[in-house]
Every structure is written in structure tokens, then in C-alpha cells.
């Protein structure tokens, strides 16, 4: 067993800091639609409707299937459901 920390879990998941950052990212678009479905009460049927994609696709979102959406499909997706994304970039710690 190691002692090794990390900052956080993609920190010790992934084997690159770029790679850890970019799902970081990914991982709170992915809340942000999320909790913007819950708040709506859309179903499955309906956010897909109003995101533009399919109902499978809705399922994998909120099952937290990371690895199937990019950063620029989970932006696209928050402008669908009338959401902004705004960015902050800071030094890394």
C-alpha cells in the first residue's frame, strides 16, 4: 500500500495532469446538466428533446458515463438548456 497523496480522485486516476484537468472539467459540466435536468423536472424524453440529442444519450449523462462526452458536446448541450459556461483559469497548485 502506498502513501501517496493526491489533490483529487483525477489526480490518482489519471497519469497526466492535463488528462486529470480535462476530466475534472468534464465531470462538472456533467453536474451542472445534471442538476439543470433535476431542477427542470424534464424527464429523460424531454431534456433530450431540448438538448437536441437522444434519450440514450440523456441515460449515459446522468449515469455519469464521462468517458462518452467531450467538452464541447456537455457546452453545447448546457447552451441547450439555457445555461452559461463561464471559465476561470488560475494558477495550478
Known amino acids: 500500500m502506498s502513501?501517496?497523496?493526491?489533490?483529487g480522485i483525477w489526480d490518482a486516476i489519471e497519469d497526466r495532469p492535463a488528462d486529470a484537468e480535462t476530466m475534472?472539467?468534464?465531470a462538472s459540466?456533467?453536474?451542472a446538466l445534471d442538476r439543470q435536468i433535476r431542477t427542470k423536472g424534464?424527464?429523460?424524453?424531454?431534456?433530450?428533446r431540448r438538448?437536441?440529442?437522444?434519450?440514450?444519450?440523456?441515460?449515459?449523462l446522468l449515469r455519469g458515463k464521462i468517458t462518452l462526452f467531450s467538452?464541447?458536446?456537455?457546452?453545447?448541450?448546457?447552451?441547450?438548456?439555457?445555461?452559461?459556461?463561464e471559465m476561470r483559469i488560475g494558477e495550478a497548485a
Open 24 to 26: 475534472r472539467l468534464r
Open 71 to 85: 467538452i464541447d458536446t456537455l457546452v453545447g448541450m448546457l447552451t441547450e438548456a439555457g445555461l452559461r459556461v
Open 3 to 7: 502513501d501517496e497523496t493526491f489533490a
Open 29 to 31: 459540466l456533467m453536474m
Open 42 to 48: 424534464w424527464t429523460q424524453a424531454e431534456a433530450a
Open 51 to 60: 438538448l437536441g440529442v437522444t434519450q440514450p444519450r440523456i441515460s449515459d
